[in-house]
């Protein structure tokens, strides 16, 4: 490493270590601002702009304005949603061992939260979600065990909340991913996901990505494009459905050529 390089990496270390002392030294933001900066970062994220230090900067700010939540529940659930979307960045990086240790964190935190605060609708949501990264970062045995749990928590926070929009997508994915044996039913999968409407940029976003899943399960390749193609258009860069528009394509080109 030449001189220029080692100036050039010591700015960055210091300039690093300078942003995360300012973080440790706020205390006038609020706990609303820390979820508006959430969501914001969130949207970075599945826009999969994951390799920005801002991004990590802006969840390392939103988790110290959480933990000084007065509210003690409410501050570890926004906790446990920082660590699920600091497991998303990580995935987005294909750093699987990373991404499962904050999946794992946000698991903990949830289940502390249910035992401790009783049964919460959002909380069994979350857990829903991190359960469905959890099934993807380890193996056959672990997703053979706990697979169920991707349709007992959101029907328990359905349970709690009918118009749980992300426990309804949940509750979806689990019947596309499920055997039938199990409870799989793609069609109710797709009638689940087509009752779904909701403001949230992000919930509409795994609406579409999931009934384009499920349609391409289904082998209704028309419908499968059109879906990613709606996930896409909120999304543009989300490399996961690219991946997935791409196969789907060529499957539909493939069928469109044979005699």
Not at 18 to 46: A, H, M, P
Not at 104 to 116: A, F, G, H, T, V
Not at 157 to 168: K, Q, T, Y
Not at 188 to 210: G, N
């Amino acid at each position: 490493m030449n001189f220029l390089k080692i100036i050039g990496v010591f700015v960055i270390i210091n300039t690093l270590s300078f942003q995360v002392y300012s973080i440790e030294n706020e205390t006038g933001y609020s706990f609303e601002y820390g979820k508006r900066l959430l969501l914001e970062t969130r949207d970075r994220i599945y826009n999969f702009d994951v390799f920005d230090t801002s991004v990590n900067l802006n969840l390392a700010r939103c988790n110290l304005i959480f933990s000084r939540q007065s509210n003690k529940q409410l501050g570890l659930y926004w906790n446990a949603k920082v660590s699920y979307l600091c497991g998303l960045v990580n995935m987005g990086k294909n750093d699987k061992k990373i991404a499962l240790s904050y999946f794992e964190e946000s698991r903990s935190i949830l289940i502390n939260i249910i035992k401790e605060y009783g049964e919460i609708s959002n909380a069994y949501t979350l857990l829903a979600d991190v359960y469905v990264q959890l099934l993807w970062c380890k193996g056959l045995g672990y997703k053979l065990a706990n697979l169920r749990k991707l349709k007992v928590y959101p029907e328990k926070a359905l349970s709690l909340d009918p118009g749980n929009v992300r426990a309804n997508n949940s509750l979806a994915l689990f019947c596309i991913k499920a055997p039938q044996t199990l409870g799989g039913n793609i069609d109710r999968a797709i009638e689940l996901l087509k009752s779904i409407d909701s403001d949230d940029k992000a919930e509409m976003f795994t609406t579409y990505y999931t009934l384009g899943t499920a349609y391409w399960q289904k082998n209704d390749l028309d419908n499968a494009i059109k879906y990613m193609h709606l996930a896409l258009e909120l999304y543009p860069n989300n490399k996961w459905v690219i991946d997935d528009l791409k196969l789907i394509t060529e499957k539909y080109s493939s069928t469109q050529s044979t005699p």
